[in-house]
């Protein structure tokens, strides 16, 4: 049987919760399917309902839509990288252990993210 057979199946994800904050905006969140289970990751971008096209799944009508459609893209893939890098040292994949492997890398989101994290930590 092939090792991607089981491949994990992403998806973003707007307002899971069918809840806006305070600012009538909802999270963007990534959603994980594998054999029927799901799990979630946040791309920490809060849009208005008006700003997010569902049958896309992309940002619209937002100064930035570029940018985060670009941000959440890129998210998507480095969860995919992190999956792959799991099934080429021989890991049975899962939902479990791709999540904490997600939140033990600790990998910047962008140069930007890393630039700020070695500033904090400089002396």
Same mark, same amino acid.
């Given at each position: 049987?092939?090792?991607?057979?089981? $491949?994990?199946?992403?998806?973003?994800?707007?307002?899971? *919760?069918?809840?806006?904050?305070?600012?009538? !905006?909802? @999270?963007?969140? =990534?959603?994980?399917?594998?054999?029927?289970?799901?799990?979630?990751?946040?791309?920490?971008?809060?849009?208005?309902?008006?700003?997010?096209?569902?049958? $896309?799944?992309?940002?619209?009508?937002?100064?930035?839509? *570029?940018?985060?459609?670009?941000?959440?893209? !890129?998210? @998507?893939?480095? =969860?995919?990288?992190?999956?792959?890098?799991?099934?080429?040292?021989?890991?049975?994949?899962?939902?479990?252990?791709?999540?904490?492997?997600?939140?033990?890398?600790?990998?910047?989101?962008?140069?930007l993210d890393f630039?700020?994290?070695?500033?904090?930590?400089?002396?």
């Amino acid at each position: 049987m092939n090792a991607f057979t089981h $491949k994990i199946v992403y998806r973003l994800v707007y307002n899971r *919760k069918n809840r806006l904050n305070a600012k009538d !905006e909802a @999270l963007v969140q =990534i959603e994980a399917l594998h054999y029927g289970r799901r799990c979630y990751f946040s791309t920490h971008i809060y849009l208005k309902p008006a700003q997010w096209n569902e049958r $896309k799944q992309r940002v619209v009508h937002h100064p930035l839509a *570029k940018e985060l459609n670009w941000k959440l893209k !890129e998210q @998507l893939l480095e =969860i995919e990288r992190m999956e792959m890098a799991l099934w080429r040292h021989g890991f049975q994949v899962t939902l479990q252990l791709l999540r904490s492997s997600i939140r033990r890398s600790k990998l910047p989101h962008s140069f930007l993210d890393f630039y700020l994290s070695e500033l904090q930590t400089a002396d």
